[in-house]
């Protein structure tokens, strides 16, 4: 507040007034905000978490056969690959994020007499690779929405530490000085109705 | 005759499940050296991994029969996946085709392995025993690459490429 010049003005109180009813109805709802985009970037980091449960659970399961992945007859890396990562845009706490839809996969055509191994090696791949790419845009969404959080709470700091109480000491300085302006209005004009009132009796 | 006995006599035996004695690149220089350029071509044609046209008029009806079965039962295999149904096998027993990828994998050579000993009973120090000998071998390198730390590696280098490049 400090620095700042006031217009000791009807017209700037009612402004300062009107400022304050504004920032104290916006000031619950970017708290609220704030408290949803919290809650949702919990939940994505849990649903993160649970991936990565399920891809440790995968790597668990596959471990008394991944030996066979490095057999002298097959390069399992010719086999699959990304394409591309599918998602779709939607509304997150407000937020416009891609969310997560497939992943479509390049697979080269396994032949008939190919060992078996390889079938049940190209499916744990395809499931690993897809729990990895959803990682990958609940990470984007977090994100998003972290920098949402930051703006909203830079926000809710302009509205509590600076716009309500400014607006609070303006109004309340404005009105003494328009309180000292009328007092003195009033007792001008009653020394002036005395000194006339004298004149008048003499 | 002499040559296949000298050749026979100096390669070390195999055991199912043991390591290599020897690798493929040094049987083949030794069957070069030993063996008529006829023969050797002949063994050349001769792989486990499977049948070709070239391989079926070597002439060795038993090997190509074995490997061609196996062949056509993977084949089967896969089909019956697709379809949702029980495979239709000629040489393999549901035994063979059960358990984890590598055990399966395991069983399917080591019945390879002991077909190939039926068919070599009684050939001793011909062509076919050296064919064999060829078959057994590549069964046994192969097996030998079986390892679980290179395989992790492979799945990690596919699942995640990215990691691969960092290190």
Do not use: H
Not at chain 2, 38 to 57: P, Y
Request: glycine share 2%; net charge neutral.
């Amino acid at each position: 507040m400090a620095g700042i010049k006031i217009k000791y003005t009807k017209t700037e109180r009612a402004r300062q007034k009107k400022v304050l009813k504004v920032s104290e109805r916006m000031l619950p709802l970017f708290e609220a905000m704030e408290k949803s985009l919290m809650a949702t970037v919990n939940t994505i980091s849990e649903r993160i978490e649970k991936i990565r449960e399920q891809i440790e659970r995968n790597r668990k399961i596959a471990t008394p056969w991944v030996a066979v992945m490095s057999d002298s007859w097959v390069d399992m890396n010719e086999f699959i690959s990304v394409n591309e990562i599918i998602t779709r845009p939607v509304d997150v706490a407000g937020v416009r994020v891609k969310q997560f839809e497939s992943v479509d996969f390049k697979l080269i055509p396994i032949r008939d007499d190919a060992p078996l191994w390889l079938d049940d090696a190209i499916s744990l791949m395809q499931e690993q690779l897809q729990l990895l790419a959803e990682i990958e845009c609940l990470k984007e969404q977090i994100y998003l929405l972290e920098e949402e959080l930051l703006d909203v709470r830079a926000r809710i700091k302009l509205f509590e530490n600076r716009l309500i109480p400014n607006a609070k000491i303006a109004i309340r300085k404005i009105g003494q000085k328009l309180q000292d302006d009328e007092r003195l209005t009033i007792a001008t004009a009653k020394v002036v109705k005395t000194s006339k009132l004298q004149e008048v009796s003499v | 005759m002499s040559n296949l006995v000298y050749l026979m006599s100096s390669l070390p035996s195999l055991t199912f499940g043991e390591v290599p004695p020897i690798s493929i690149l040094e049987f083949n220089q030794d069957a070069k050296n030993q063996l008529s350029t006829s023969q050797f071509n002949n063994l050349e044609l001769i792989d486990i991994q499977g049948v070709s046209g070239e391989t079926s008029k070597v002439g060795v009806k038993s090997i190509v029969a074995m490997l061609k079965g196996v062949q056509d039962d993977i084949c089967e295999i896969r089909k019956a996946r697709t379809q949702d149904r029980m495979p239709k096998l000629e040489r393999l027993s549901a035994k063979e085709i059960q358990g984890t990828p590598l055990e399966r994998e395991r069983k399917i050579m080591q019945y390879q392995w002991e077909e190939l000993e039926s068919i070599e009973v009684g050939k001793t120090f011909t062509l076919i025993e050296v064919m064999v000998y060829k078959l057994k071998l590549q069964i046994l390198s192969r097996l030998y690459s079986f390892n679980t730390e290179k395989g992790a590696q492979v799945l990690a280098s596919v699942v995640n490429p990215s990691k691969k490049e960092e290190d």
